[in-house]
């Protein structure tokens, strides 16, 4: 089970931290996605335990940061700098995948989302 929390109304500009919470045993990677209306689920960023690797999307690096706490199976999605067309329902979820961690269709796990909103 997952439990994404910390978004709201915020301004351009502004920031935002969102957290995600798997109850049970780490799972390999941690992935945040987000759906804005009327558009596709697109990828923002992921971190892989193992390796200790991240990538994020082109849209957002630079200007979110992800992050995790292995003891407490929980990941931050810090984001700064918040643009209006940022504004979509964020979700996050967990892969066991190896590769392919940019795609939707790789995790198997998702929480419930999160709005976030950012006026102009």
């Known amino acids: 089970q997952l439990q994404a929390s910390g978004g709201g109304l915020v301004q351009a500009g502004g920031s935002l931290r969102l957290s995600c919470a798997a109850s049970?045993?780490?799972?390999?990677?941690y992935g945040w996605f987000r759906q804005a209306p009327g558009k596709q689920r697109e990828f923002v960023a992921f971190i892989r335990w193992r390796g200790s690797i991240i990538d994020y999307s082109d849209s957002v690096k630079g200007r979110f940061t992800i992050s995790g706490d292995n003891a407490k199976n929980t990941v931050y999605l810090q984001m700064n700098s918040l643009r209006p067309e940022d504004t979509a329902v964020y979700y996050c979820?967990?892969?066991?995948?190896?590769?392919?961690?940019?795609?939707?269709?790789?995790?198997?796990?998702w929480g419930q989302g999160t709005l976030v909103t950012v006026s102009s």
């Open positions: 979820a967990i892969s066991v995948r190896e590769l392919g961690l940019t795609f939707a269709t790789s995790y198997v796990y």
């Open positions: 049970g045993r780490n799972l390999r990677t």
